[in-house]
């Protein structure tokens, strides 16, 4: 072996040299030739190996436990314990200073003065008192000839006390209000070129003085099975200019009950009235009195979100007709996610008393001798739903139609006056009455008003609605800026109207029956008051009443006063 692997290795190294020296340069080609002599001898030794097979070992390893030992180092603590102020909790808020006096005094236009005062004796556990008493006068300054006196005076005192027993409270007051104004609503250069002749043509001035007093009873028991009641007595004297006298006396009681879930009430109400006038006509004196008597039995209930209250007027007008009347008392209402939306329907009437005070006190340029009647709304069926947008904005959509008897016009005379009195007429009248309304309610900062109607009439006899207007919008809204402005605004608006005329009407021809139409634009009224408070007690205000001078009729031939600003201050003591 070793002398065949000698001569395989003598013979590849000779020829290997022989090759490598045979080379020469050509380009990339080197030729060489060497030639190698002699022997070279390799040994192979045997392998030397191992004669065993890998194994695997699993041994356990124990790992010894670990111990943690900690170096004990006491720490000293001091304690030294101060004392603290005792925490006061506010259970209820304090309430706030309440003066015992207010007083408000202005000047406008017009010589128009203003002054205000009212008086209280604070909170008292044991009852109140209050005295309140009211000036305000003008010079007018309306009428459409300046030989006509327009000025009007109101001055007003009331007297008002209230004391608590255990479970009762009785009320009293007593009041005085004194107006003078004057018949102003005609039209000066007609009457002289028509040389109009009316029958005792009256003074120009009126004068209505009222004196009234009430007492009331009212108890407080919370036992709901225990009946609950008021009850109230009041009377009012009422005179005019012209030997009017009107006496009033009124008794009201009320009374309530729960019974189980459902709470049972009934109202009792007792008026008489007598009116003793002047009949122009004939130059003698009259009286017209009459009573009327009204129970009205009602029960309430709720039975979760359903709140259901059914009833009934019963009235006798012992001197109307018809004499007796019976008006439903029914409502329902249903809430809808916790009252986000309340859905409710209603049917109802009611029987209006005339008098010769409340008569005046709509439109105080009537006849002196009206003829009074009572005013039945035999029925009013209403629907809508109401509900809250915000948690300070709530809203009302509704619908109603009401069916009047002896609806009351006022329509200018022409018997007693140029036209600047009005005669009542009655007529059955139809109302479809649509409602919107918005309100706004953010405590003391803002507070909002915004109601809008549409009126559609269907009337009896007469040919219109008269002076019933087919549009109303209001706006009203309070605004307090920290505190120290307040910012008063309101907007009124009415649509058209249309008046009757007894009397004649420049550029006007008459109808069939003699009288006239007289047709009224609508009109926009907005107010603006700003009131700044120097301190808590002391402030300051302006007022501006129609400010952008809308020339409109509140009646037939009575214009107001186109623009009027009033400036005062009041004082808290």
């Known amino acids: ?37 002699g022997n070279e001898e390799h040994i192979l030794r045997d392998a030397n190996k191992v004669g065993s097979w890998p194994q695997q070992k699993t041994d356990v390893v124990d790992i010894p436990p670990i111990s943690y030992k900690l170096i004990p180092n006491k720490l000293n603590v001091e304690i030294s314990p101060k004392t603290i102020k005792a925490a006061s909790i506010k259970i209820e808020e304090p309430l706030k200073k309440l003066y ?25 556990r044991n009852g109140a008192f209050s005295v309140h008493g009211k000036h305000l006068s003008s010079l007018g300054g309306v009428s459409s ?44 250069e007609l009457l ?97 009195d009459n009573a009327i008597i009204a129970l009205t039995p009602r029960v309430k209930t709720i039975r979760d979100r359903l709140k259901v209250e059914i009833g009934a007027g019963i009235v006798a007008d012992l ?52 003829v009074l009647k009572s005013v039945s709304e035999k029925f009013r069926l209403y629907g809508g739903i109401r509900g809250t947008i915000t948690k300070n904005a709530s809203f009302n959509l509704k619908a109603a139609y009401s069916d009047f008897d002896n609806f009351m016009y006022f329509v200018n005379d022409s018997l007693y006056s140029p036209g600047s009195q009005f005669a009542l007429i009655y007529d059955d009248l139809n109302i479809l009455n649509l409602t919107g309304e918005v309100t706004v309610n953010q405590t003391d900062k803002l507070k909002l008003l915004v109601r809008g109607d549409y009126f559609i009439y269907s009337t009896g006899s007469e040919e219109h609605a008269w002076n019933q207007p087919t549009t109303k919008f209001t706006f009203s809204g309070i605004y307090n800026l920290q505190d120290k402005f307040t910012i008063t605004a309101e907007v009124y608006t009415e649509g058209k109207r249309k008046f009757k005329s007894l009397a004649p009407v420049r550029d006007q ?65």
């Open 1 to 37: 072996m070793k002398r065949s692997t000698t001569a395989i290795l003598t013979v590849l190294a000779s020829i290997a040299c022989s090759y490598t020296y045979g080379q020469t340069s050509d380009g990339d080609t080197l030729h060489t030739t060497q030639t190698y002599y």
């Open 319 to 370: 001197r109307g007709q018809p004499a007796f009347h019976f008006y439903p008392k029914i409502q329902a209402s249903y809430s809808l996610f916790d009252d986000l939306f309340i859905p409710y329907v209603g049917l109802d009437g009611n029987l209006e008393r005339s008098t010769y005070k409340t008569v005046t006190t709509v439109n105080p340029f009537i006849v002196t001798d009206p």
């Open 100 to 124: 015992r006096g207010y007083a408000r005094a202005g000047f406008g236009l017009f010589t128009t003065p203003l002054a205000e005062l009212y008086f209280m004796d604070g909170r008292n």
């Open 509 to 573: 021809e008459p109808e069939k029956d003699g009288s006239y139409i007289v047709d009224l634009k609508g009109y926009a009224d907005v107010n603006l008051g700003v009131e700044y408070r120097y301190t808590k007690r002391l402030s300051a205000f302006v007022k501006f009443n129609n400010m952008f001078a809308s020339k409109y009729y509140r009646w037939s031939g009575y214009n107001v006063q186109r623009f009027n600003a009033m400036m005062g201050a009041t004082y808290s003591f």
């Open 145 to 188: 000839n300046d030989s006509i006196p327009d000025s009007f005076s109101s001055n007003e005192i009331h007297l008002w006390g209230k004391r608590f027993l255990k479970k009762h409270a009785i009320e009293g007051r007593l009041d005085w209000d004194r107006q003078v104004m004057h018949y102003y609503g005609y039209d000066a």
């Open 192 to 288: 002289n070129d028509t040389n109009y002749n009316v029958v005792n043509l009256p003074d120009s001035k009126q004068l209505f003085n009222n004196v009234g007093a009430l007492v009331n009873l009212t108890s407080f028991h919370r036992d709901s099975t225990k009946v609950n009641y008021f009850g109230e007595l009041a009377f009012y004297n009422y005179r005019d200019r012209y030997e009017g006298q009107e006496n009033n006396l009124n008794l009201f009681a009320h009374a309530r009950k729960f019974v189980n879930t459902e709470l049972y009430s009934v109202d009792f109400d007792f008026n008489y009235n007598q009116f003793q006038y002047f009949e122009r006509l004939d130059s003698t004196s009259s009286t017209a």
